[in-house]
């Protein structure tokens, strides 16, 4: 059964710092990972999503990498902002070609003025 | 880009009774929609999948006579939570998936607190 675990549970870090978001799978065989963001009360904003022959996807100052067979995935945030300040989630599909999402634990990020 | 929005986005309703959450999608058509429920400081985990035209099917542990889903057009889902209790209380969130594409685009979540 396929468990997603994020590393850190929370971060607190001051502005213009560059930071990594950890993600981890146990079962490699994903099709796509995607990593999410989620203001307090809110829905899910999609980031990025990296599909399975993909190593790497960028967006802005969000940087996502994908190694399938560590079954690992990083969030990298460049010049971090105060608006940065939500939490992450990354999230694989339960299976192949389906929408259905197992989600991770989430990193809580604050990022100080 | 795509919109999905629910309905309504927060709602506290008396323990027994019975409450209709509405996910619709905006500008496109989506076949099937999902459910999610997420407690205070837990990820989402998936509920149910709604499918247009027939039956939802549910995940292991969730109720479906106490979880109602109806997705009666391309473009609407409906989630009721019958004789909430609560413990019910909760944040739910839908997707709706793309029919013509090839991602699912998620809603911004209804708060249901039963008191």
């Known amino acids: 059964k396929q468990e997603v675990t994020q590393i850190p549970a929370a971060l607190s870090v001051p502005e213009g710092e560059n930071l990594v978001l950890n993600c981890s799978f146990t079962?490699?065989?994903?099709?796509?990972l995607q990593w999410f963001r989620q203001d307090p009360g809110k829905g899910l904003t999609s980031l990025l999503l990296?599909?399975?022959?993909?190593r790497e996807q960028t967006s802005g100052r969000l940087n996502a990498s994908l190694d399938k067979s560590s079954g690992r995935s990083t969030l990298y945030i460049a010049a971090s902002q105060p608006g940065d300040s939500a939490t992450y989630l990354c999230a694989v599909p339960t299976g192949v070609g389906t929408y259905k999402y197992i989600f991770g634990t989430g990193t809580r990020l604050k990022v100080l003025a | 880009g795509a919109v999905v929005s629910q309905h309504p986005s927060w709602v506290i309703c008396k323990s027994g009774t019975s409450v209709k959450i509405e996910c619709r999608s905006l500008d496109f058509q989506a076949t099937t929609m999902f459910w999610y429920r997420q407690f205070p400081k837990q990820s989402l985990m998936l509920m149910a999948t709604s499918n247009e035209g027939s039956k939802a099917t549910y995940e292991q542990g969730v109720e479906k006579d106490k979880f109602l889903i109806n997705h009666a057009s391309l473009t609407l889902s409906t989630l009721t939570v019958t004789s909430a209790h609560p413990e019910d209380s909760s944040f739910y969130i839908c997707?709706?998936?793309?029919?013509?594409?090839?991602?699912?685009?998620f809603g911004q979540g209804t708060r249901l607190t039963v008191v």
């Open positions: 079962d490699s065989a994903i099709y796509n």
């Open positions: 997707s709706a998936r793309d029919t013509g594409g090839d991602k699912a685009f």
């Open positions: 990296i599909q399975s022959s993909q």
